[in-house]
């Protein structure tokens, strides 16, 4: 299984850095119940749809990844993107800050 989830998270990926955000969709979609408990994927899933402009179906996913695993800093920052993007500036600022106090480095 494990190698079957890091196989599709890579295509994934790959999709993403190449702009097939639909694609990346499709696949992540397709696999929803074998990752139910698995904050990579929601992230994943938020962030593609972020790029789709799907804001709407973006924070859950998000917010999913960040209920599975709290300390998800890509899954904070990509929400904090969101909020900014819309207008939600002090929700925005909020995340910002608790990531620059969380990994400030020394």
């Known amino acids: 299984m494990h190698f079957q989830?890091?196989?599709i998270f890579n295509e994934t990926i790959n999709?993403?850095?190449l702009s097939k955000f639909d694609e990346a969709?499709?696949?992540l979609l397709s696999f929803?119940?074998?990752f139910i408990n698995d904050s990579l994927f929601y992230n994943l899933l938020g962030f593609v749809y972020d790029s789709l402009?799907?804001?709407s179906n973006a924070?859950?996913?998000y917010l999913k990844s960040l209920e599975l695993d709290s300390n998800s800093y890509e899954a904070k920052f990509n929400l904090a993107v969101l909020y900014?993007?819309?207008k939600n500036y002090s929700q925005a600022e909020d995340l910002f800050n608790d990531l620059?106090?969380?990994y400030k480095k020394d």
């Open 25 to 27: 969709k499709k696949i």
């Open 84 to 86: 900014y993007k819309l």
């Open 59 to 61: 924070k859950p996913n």
């Open 5 to 7: 989830k890091d196989k």
């Open 53 to 55: 402009l799907h804001f």
């Open 100 to 102: 620059l106090v969380v």
């Open 15 to 17: 999709l993403i850095r």
């Open 32 to 34: 929803e119940q074998k």
